[in-house]
């Protein structure tokens, strides 16, 4: 398994992921010129320095002085959690630390497809959740500052997915109830946005 290669860190599953590249893939305009939803996956898996490349450029810190991150945040509340599903499990991408924390051995991916069969095929799905208690006491907007702060790490992700050479689609069904029952999520933390990843089938 891909995550059995990472370092564990302590009692805890937590897994160290490797430094991700912050200079691969095509251009900026390139990738813009050629992001499009993509629904069909191969079943080979995703390195581990490849999710950790994506994760980095969907909401990692950028500005490690200020720890500010690659994505734009309503009033820099960084609410955006990114859950990583895949079949072996769900874990909780941490950019701090650069590490994921196992949340549920059980695969979730289910719960995301909301009958679309292609999402279970998918080897990873993130998960953008607002964690609204971010907002502290601004609870006046929070639930729209959430959904625009999914939208730009989702974006994130579509771009990073086009450079590698990886296909993803921004996706709002899923079933909320259900997974945030299983990712054991707050009645604060709130599912928005999923983005199935997976390298192009074979042609
Ligand atoms: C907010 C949002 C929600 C979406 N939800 C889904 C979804 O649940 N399932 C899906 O297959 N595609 C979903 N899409 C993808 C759109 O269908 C897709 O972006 C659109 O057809 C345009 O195609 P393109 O992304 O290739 O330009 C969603 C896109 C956005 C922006």
Redesign the pocket.
């Given at each position: 398994m891909l995550l059995a290669a990472f370092c564990l860190s302590g009692q805890a599953k937590d897994y160290k992921l490797p430094k991700p590249q912050t200079k691969a893939g095509m251009s900026l305009l390139e990738a813009l010129s050629k992001?499009?939803?993509?629904?069909a996956f191969s079943q080979r898996e995703i390195d581990a320095k490849t999710l950790s490349t994506v994760l980095w450029a969907a909401c990692g810190i950028n500005r490690e002085k200020e720890k500010k991150i690659t994505a734009p945040s309503a009033i820099n509340a960084q609410d955006i959690l990114i859950y990583v599903a895949r079949q072996d499990g769900a874990f909780l991408y941490d950019p701090r630390t650069n590490t994921l924390k196992q949340v549920t051995e059980k695969d979730v991916r289910p719960y995301l497809a909301?009958g679309?069969q292609?999402?279970t095929q998918a080897p990873v799905s993130l998960i953008m959740v607002s964690d609204q208690s971010r907002f502290g006491n601004r609870s006046r907007g929070a639930a729209d500052m959430g959904k625009y702060d999914a939208?730009y790490v989702?974006e994130n992700i579509?771009l990073v997915c086009t450079a590698l050479g990886l296909n993803t689609?921004?996706?709002?069904?899923?079933d909320t109830v259900g997974l945030s029952r299983e990712l054991g999520l707050t009645p604060q933390q709130v599912p928005l946005?999923?983005n199935p990843i997976g390298w192009p089938p074979a042609k």
């Open positions: 992001r499009a939803s993509a629904r909301a679309q292609f999402v939208a989702s579509c689609v921004p996706r709002m069904m899923m946005l999923n």
